[in-house]
C-alpha cells in the first residue's frame, strides 16, 4: 500500500497568493489591535477585566491575546528571518523596489534606519521571550503599537497602489479607505460586545 504523507510541502506560493496573505496579515494586525484598543476603555479596564468580576479571567486573556497577535502578525511582515533569508510573509518577498520602498517606509514614519532597527528588535524580542516562548525573564514590557500600526498601513498601501491591475483579493480590502474603515468597524463591534458584557449583571 502507497503512503501518501499529509505533511508533503505544497507547491511554491505564487506572488499574487503570497501578496494576497500579506494583505491578510495587514488585516489582522489592524482587526486585533482595533479589539485591544477597545478594551483599554476605563470602564472595561475598571470592571471587566478585574480579578473580581466572575469572567475576568476570560476577558483578561482575550484583551491579551488581540495584543500578542498583532505582535506575530507585525513579526511575520518586518521581522521574520530564516537562515538568512526573509520569512515567507516579509515584505521584501512581496515589494518589487525594496530599497525605494524601505526609504519611503522611513521617511512616513520620521524614523531612521536603525531607529526601525531597534523598534523591531524590541517587538522581536517581546516575542521571542513572552509569546512564542516563556523564557526566564521577570519583567516584560509590551512594545508600543502606534509605529508599528502605522508601518502595517504603509506597507497595505503601497500594495494596493503596485497590485499590478490584479485586484483579486478574495473579499480583502484592496484601497487604503477599506483598511480603515475595516478598522473602525472593529473598533465599534468591540466596543459593543463589552458595552453589552459591561451591562449585564454577574452571574
Known amino acids: 500500500m502507497e503512503f501518501h504523507s499529509p505533511f508533503r510541502p505544497d507547491p511554491k506560493l505564487t506572488d499574487h497568493e503570497r501578496r494576497r496573505r500579506v ?21 472595561v479596564q475598571r470592571s471587566l477585566l478585574t480579578a473580581s468580576h466572575p469572567r475576568g479571567a476570560f476577558w483578561r486573556e482575550v484583551h491579551a491575546n488581540f495584543f500578542d497577535i ?8 518586518f521581522v521574520d528571518r530564516n537562515r538568512q533569508e526573509w520569512g515567507e510573509h516579509h515584505w521584501r518577498r512581496v515589494v518589487d523596489d ?23 528588535t ?9 509569546v512564542a516562548h516563556l523564557d526566564g525573564e521577570r519583567m516584560m514590557y509590551p512594545p508600543v503599537l502606534e509605529v508599528p500600526k502605522c508601518s502595517v498601513t504603509f506597507l497595505f498601501e503601497h500594495l494596493s497602489h503596485h497590485a499590478h491591475g ?10 487604503a479607505e477599506q483598511l480603515v474603515f475595516g478598522y473602525e468597524q472593529s473598533s465599534c463591534e468591540a466596543e459593543s460586545v463589552y ?8 452571574a
Open 122 to 130: 524590541e517587538i522581536r524580542h517581546y516575542r521571542d521571550k513572552f
Open 70 to 77: 498583532c505582535v506575530l502578525e507585525w513579526c511575520k511582515l
Open 195 to 202: 458595552a453589552e458584557a459591561l451591562s449585564s449583571p454577574p
Open 23 to 43: 494583505v491578510r496579515l495587514c488585516c489582522s494586525f489592524m482587526r486585533n489591535l482595533a479589539f485591544h484598543r477597545a478594551g483599554m476603555q476605563g470602564d
Open 166 to 175: 490584479n485586484t483579486d483579493w478574495q473579499g480583502l480590502p484592496t484601497a
Open 98 to 120: 525594496t530599497d525605494r520602498f524601505e526609504a519611503a517606509l522611513y521617511a512616513s514614519l520620521k524614523m531612521t534606519a536603525g531607529d526601525f532597527a531597534n523598534l523591531a
